[in-house]
């Protein structure tokens, strides 16, 4: 069974065409991966889809990295909060 980490890397080469090997836990979606605003958008409406969870605006705007997404989706999923 493909982990979180796995479906948010499937969705990043797909959404952002990039190399499955920059997508890393520390890669910034914006510095390392390229995306742009739009980008940002679409990539959470990929998360929440696949997921089938709602990410907040205020929410969406702290994923800076793959793991900030990886967290937050795993954090939505089963119910726990680490703040």
Known sequence: MPTT???VK???VEQLGVDESEVTPEASITDDLGADS???VELVMAFETEFNIDIPDEEAEK???VGDAVKRIDETTTGSSTS
């Open 5 to 7: 980490f796995d479906k």
């Open 10 to 12: 499937k969705i990043i």
């Open 38 to 40: 739009l980008d940002q």
């Open 63 to 65: 994923i800076k990295t």
